[in-house]
């Protein structure tokens, strides 16, 4: 299974504009799957992205906090 990102895009309330927001992290075994989770799990208005590779946390000083590296990327 990978990890997938997903995007939100909304109007903004306050200037009207459209703006994009990161969503929930989503575990699937492909893309179109994890799309189809969204929809069938009342977050059919997020995107999704593409497979996230890690996330790192840093502090005020830029000094890694953690660090989860997920799964390996399969370039299509």
Request: aromatic content about 12%; hydrophobic content about 35%; some cysteine.
């Amino acid at each position: 299974m990978f990890t997938y990102a997903t995007k939100i895009t909304a109007l903004c309330s306050q200037t009207g504009h459209l703006v994009s927001f990161s969503g929930p992290l989503i575990r699937a075994i492909s893309r179109d799957d994890a799309q189809r989770w969204c929809d069938n799990n009342g977050f059919g208005y997020c995107i999704v992205e593409g497979v996230i590779v890690s996330v790192t946390q840093f502090d005020d000083e830029g000094l890694i906090i953690s660090q989860t590296n997920y799964d390996r990327v399969i370039y299509n």
